[in-house]
Each structure stands twice: as C-alpha cells, then as structure tokens.
Nanobody, 119 residues
C-alpha cells in the first residue's frame, strides 16, 4: 500500500503559476507509475500527467506546454508545475499511484487539492 498527500493548491489569477506536491509513504522508485488527475464540478476525473519507468512522461493535450510533471525519488515526492493557468484548469487535483502485485493493478489516491483559477 501507499499513502499519498497532496499540497500546493490555491487561488491564482489567469496566467499565473502553481506547483503541486504529492508526498508518498514509500519509495516511489518502486511504484510503476505516478500521476496527476483532476476533477471539475459535475465532471469525471481526467488524467493530467503521468511519469513512469525511466521517467517516461505523458500529458493531456490540454496541458501540454504549460504543465510539467517531475519526481524526486530521494524525497518520495512527485510534483506538477503548472504555468500559464487558465480558468478551465480549475478543479480538484488528485495524486495517483499505479502499482501491480501478482499481475493485478492497484490504484491509490490522495485526498485532493483544490486549484482555482480566477481573476
């Protein structure tokens, strides 16, 4: 199992920046893939960005060129740097850990952190 704690959300004006952090309770080097998802009111939870083996990264088209995912294996933390934020980025952002055991996938989630982009 792994516990995840997000931080760094808040209120920011359009065009501004935020950096989200996700602290994991165990070594993230042993986790298959870490990612960020977001959920706006009344909408489904969508993938934002993931980082996996050998730091392979994947981004939603809507955030490419604006968001950057990274990880610090020494501190078991994953980051999401968000630049040029837009009102449509407003959502609760969740950290995810994708793990496997005996070929079964197990997903773990943090409690979420609110990001609000508004003037």
């Amino acid at each position: 199992q792994v516990q995840l704690v997000e931080s760094g959300g808040g209120l920011v004006q359009p065009g501004g920046s935020l950096r989200l952090s996700c602290a994991a309770s165990r070594s993230i080097a042993t986790i298959y893939r870490m990612g960020w998802y977001r959920q706006a009111p009344g909408k489904q939870r969508d993938l934002v960005a993931t980082i996996g083996w050998r730091d392979a990264m994947n981004y939603a088209d809507s955030v490419k060129g604006r968001f950057t995912i990274s990880r610090d294996t020494a501190n078991n933390t994953v980051y999401l740097q968000m630049n040029n934020l837009k009102p449509e980025d407003t959502a609760v952002y969740f950290c995810n850990a994708e793990t496997y055991s005996d070929s079964r996938r197990y997903d773990y989630w943090g409690q979420g952190t609110q990001v609000t982009v508004s003037s």
